[in-house]
């Protein structure tokens, strides 16, 4: 029985813990060898407990922020001190991580339909649908908050507030909803130098030599009875670094990098 094990949403533990071993093999080198990862507070982690945490970040690509996630948690949990050296570390990887994910995205073909079945809790992008805003919907849908729930009992949960990876855009008031309505521990990461080192969906390497940095903070200190939704937003931007306030001139170059990437992005996760 141990094999057919299932987590709440009926994915095999066996079948979910070599997929992890695999793609963590694979993209190792991503991280350590061809660029590198610079890594903050990894001892946050090892503090956390195992389940009702959620984890909020900025977003730069589809998938390689998440896949670093994965390798930064089990190499922390496994006594690694701001690194991910040996990536062993994965051979007995923790279960109960999930990431949210547009459900779109996800089903978009053979590749990202696996890489689901590693812990992506997919939901519907009520706000935009292949890169076209949607009216007359809700922000939040009670399907998709029902399955990050399920995924808060069981474990960690990692989610991108602004539900783009396009920068300083608004973060999502159904995100300020969860945490009020469910009332995980918030641990705040930032990100940088993933849309430097990678393509948009973080499937390809764009640029070797690339210093990747990745800072976990300490857990957001969070009212749940008294704040209010739009407070809790605020704390999630400026935790993330996504506030307004963060804005800075951008240097002409990367501006005109950035307008080059926008003519031929088609739609944002």
């Known amino acids: 029985m141990g094999l057919l094990k299932r987590n709440p949403f009926g994915h095999v ?6 997929l992890i071993r695999l793609f963590g093999a694979v993209t190792h080198r991503r991280y350590r060898g061809f660029n590198e990862l610079n890594i903050e507070g990894s001892d946050i982690i090892r503090n956390l407990p195992h389940t009702n945490v959620l984890f909020i970040s900025n977003h730069q690509t589809y998938f390689a922020d998440v896949v670093a996630m994965f390798h930064v948690f089990n190499a922390s949990l496994k006594g690694r001190e701001d690194n991910i050296k040996n990536v062993l570390y994965l051979w007995n990887p923790k279960l109960n991580i999930y990431y949210v994910a547009a459900k779109e ?16 809790i997919t939901v519907e992008r009520t706000w935009r649908s292949k890169g076209k805003d949607v009216i007359d919907k809700k922000d939040v849908n009670p399907n998709d908050t029902e399955n990050i729930k399920i995924a808060l009992k069981d474990g960690w949960v990692i989610t991108f507030p602004q539900g783009t990876t396009t920068s300083f855009k608004p973060v999502r008031k159904g995100t300020a909803h969860i945490i009020k309505e469910h009332r995980p521990i ?47 937003v605020e704390k999630v931007e400026y935790a993330i670094e996504q506030h307004c306030s963060f804005l800075k001139v951008i240097p002409a170059e990367e501006k005109e990098e950035e307008e080059k990437l926008n003519k031929f992005r088609k739609w944002e996760y």
Do not use: C, H
């Open 186 to 232: 918030v641990v705040p990461i930032v990100i940088d130098g993933f849309r430097r080192s990678f393509d948009k969906k973080g499937l390809r390497m764009k640029k070797k030599g690339i210093l990747q940095s990745f800072i976990i903070k300490e857990p957001l200190e969070i009212d749940y009875d008294n704040d209010s939704i739009d407070e809790i």
């Open 13 to 18: 533990l066996f079948v979910k813990r070599w």
């Open 105 to 120: 995205t996800m089903q978009a073909g053979l590749l990202t339909r696996i890489m689901a079945y590693g812990g992506a």
